[in-house]
Each structure stands twice: as structure tokens, then as C-alpha cells.
């Protein structure tokens, strides 16, 4: 294929196959239609992949991936060995489902990745890529199944997407640019996530993410940034979340730039976790977000004290929290936000001062 012209189609028929790691190489000299129609099945057993993706497509420009099939990760023995909780720093990468490296012009659309050992799907240095009517299915207990990760990557549309994991439904890593998330349904999961920025040197700027008309339900957070404490100097711009509908979901607004989840931080005296982050956080959005919240604080904006954010926008929220500790309330460090419309819980103000609208 990677000498032929013209349109190249590999087709998986209906059935059920096993598949060891592969990968699909290029450059290619014309359009690739890969059809999966059937479900391939990973090897159950993590010691048998000797790199970090099962199906890895790399270096294709005009690359479709389709057909109703499904990826099955395999990946209930993998969750049980995952010990990048307590050893994030050393702990062995278990294998992506599909990784899409270098893609331009690629579309993927009306797959299933199910169960995957660790992301379900994942893009990075891609160009003018979509992801559409893709389902990802993992249980809510499946550590680091990111739902579908982008990083440094340009000009991506994820679309009209139902996404249940253990993870973040969509993560944008550094250097993510020109990115649409639009009619996503994320539950279970860690919601939809920006970051975490900040952990390693030489990160790229993230810059355009507008997140629409998406549903979460059940999720550990809703729409999020996160940063980590002592970071490398990086930044994040650009960012709207609009139209959002919330259903008992903890944190339902969160930009956190102490985001800290390990061990290393388990200690409030701990050096590291003291140490403020470097990421700037400038033009963010957040408007026509309703629902119930799961927890107490329903809005979190804890900005770093070393780089404070700017220009964050606060439309109308309206977010109800129903649970035995009061009403809901809000959080705000180190940020001066502008207001539009009305805000439920009172945003920026400290509990039991002001009234709820």
C-alpha cells in the first residue's frame, strides 16, 4: 500500500479475531480506508505487549478509520496490575487501544473501543483529524482509560461521541490547538479535561479548546483544567465551555493548578506540592452551565498564586446542589473573573455571604 495510488482499503468482516500489537505504517502514496466490521481482541495478558499501543496508525495523510467495529482491549487483567497511583514516576505504561501518530487529514468515525489496558484513543501530533459517533467503553474502576487524548495536535473536532470510562472522557495534553468538542456524552468518568500541564520541560502551549453542548452524567468532575504544583513554565489559552448540562456530578466546574492526585502530594507540608504552578491560564469561559452538582463546592477556580489567571468569564451557571451540607457553594484563589447573567451557587463569593439568585 505504501507504493500504490489512488483509494486502499483493509477490511476486517464480521466475526471475532485475535490481534497482537501491529502497526500501520506509512507514508502511504493514497487515501487509507481501514473497515473494521468485526471485533478484534487484544491479548489479555499486559506482558505480552512489548511497547505502550495495540493498534498504532502512524504517518498517513487521508486516513479513515470506520465500519462499526470494535477494538476490545482486554484490559480487566491489566486494571488489577496498574500501580500508577502509588509509582506515577516509574510505573509501567500499559498499552493504548488505537494511537494515531503524525495523521493529517484522518477521520475516524463509527467505532468501539472497549476496555482498553489504558487510553482507549489517542492522537498525537495530528493535523485536521475528526472523531465521529465513536463509543468507548470501560467501567468506571479502569485506571488511566482516557477516553480519547489529544496531544500536540491541530485543528481536531471530537463530535457527537459517547464516552464511558475510568478516566477523563476527552484529555488535551500540551500543545493542543484548534480543538472542538461538541456533543459529547461522558459517563462514568473523570469528565472533560485539560492537562495536566505543567509536569514536564519543553511543554507547548495549549491554545483554543471550546468545549459545547455536552452532557455529563455521574462523572468525578465535570469540565476541568488542571495544572500540577511546581510545574514547568507552560500556558493555557482560548478556552470556552458552553452549553454544558451537569447530572450529579461531582465538581462540575473545577480549574485546578494544584492538581496533585498521588502519593507525592499526600502530605500538605510536602515541598513539592507547596510550590506554585508556573502555567499561565488566561481567556477562559465558562457559560450556560446547569444541572446538579454532586458535591458541596460546585465551582472551583484555584488559580496559582505565581501566575494568576486572566480574563476568566463567568456567564450564566445554575447549578444545584440538593445533599445534607447546605446549599452549594464556590471557590475562587488568585483570579479576578467578569460576570454576566446570574450565577447559582453565588460565584467568588465565601459561604453564607450574599444570596443565591
Not at 130 to 149: C, K, M, R, W, Y
Not at 232 to 248: C, E, H, R
Not at 267 to 285: D, E, H, I
Not at 292 to 318: D, L
Amino acid at each position: 500500500m505504501r507504493a500504490a495510488t489512488g483509494t486502499a482499503q483493509v477490511i476486517i468482516p464480521k466475526g471475532t479475531y485475535t490481534l497482537n500489537e501491529v502497526k500501520f505504517l506509512g507514508p502511504c502514496k493514497g487515501q487509507i480506508n481501514f473497515r473494521i466490521e468485526g471485533v478484534v481482541q487484544a491479548p489479555a495478558d499486559p506482558s505480552a505487549f512489548k511497547s505502550d499501543a495495540w493498534v498504532v496508525f502512524e504517518t498517513i495523510t487521508g486516513l479513515t478509520v470506520f465500519g462499526g467495529g470494535t477494538f476490545d482491549g482486554q484490559g480487566q487483567q491489566a486494571w488489577k496490575a496498574n500501580d500508577c497511583s502509588l509509582h506515577f514516576d516509574t510505573c509501567r505504561l500499559l498499552p493504548t487501544n488505537v494511537r494515531f501518530n503524525f495523521i493529517t487529514n484522518g477521520v475516524i468515525h463509527d467505532i468501539t473501543s472497549l476496555n482498553s489496558k489504558m487510553f482507549n484513543l489517542f492522537l498525537f501530533g495530528g493535523n485536521n483529524v475528526t472523531f465521529q459517533h465513536v463509543t468507548v467503553t470501560a467501567p468506571e474502576n479502569s485506571l488511566n482509560t482516557d477516553g480519547i487524548h489529544v496531544g500536540r495536535s491541530t485543528g481536531v473536532k471530537i463530535l457527537d461521541t459517547t464516552i464511558g470510562t475510568g478516566d477523563d472522557c476527552v484529555s488535551a495534553g500540551d500543545g493542543t490547538k484548534d480543538l472542538t468538542v461538541s456533543k459529547v456524552t461522558c459517563g462514568p468518568g473523570h469528565g472533560i479535561s485539560i492537562g495536566s500541564l505543567g509536569k514536564y520541560d519543553n511543554e507547548e502551549p495549549v491554545v483554543g479548546v471550546h468545549v459545547s453542548d455536552c452532557t455529563l452524567t455521574n462523572t468525578a468532575n465535570g469540565v476541568r483544567i488542571k495544572t500540577w504544583p511546581n510545574s514547568k513554565p507552560g500556558s493555557a489559552s482560548d478556552i470556552s465551555f458552553i452549553g454544558i448540562v451537569m447530572n450529579n456530578v461531582s465538581n462540575p466546574i473545577i480549574l485546578d493548578q494544584n492538581y496533585c492526585p498521588h502519593a507525592i502530594c499526600d502530605k500538605a507540608s510536602n515541598f513539592f506540592y507547596l510550590q506554585p504552578s508556573r502555567v499561565k491560564v488566561s481567556g477562559v469561559k465558562f457559560e450556560n452551565i446547569h444541572g446538579t452538582s454532586a458535591t458541596q463546592e460546585c465551582v472551583i477556580i484555584s488559580c496559582s498564586p505565581a501566575v494568576p489567571c486572566e480574563n476568566v468569564e463567568i456567564g450564566e451557571i445554575n447549578l444545584v446542589y440538593n445533599g445534607p451540607l447546605g446549599p452549594g457553594n464556590s471557590t475562587c484563589l488568585n483570579v479576578k473573573p467578569t460576570f454576566t447573567g446570574h450565577q447559582v451557587p453565588p460565584i467568588c463569593v465565601p459561604p453564607n455571604v450574599g444570596t443565591t439568585a
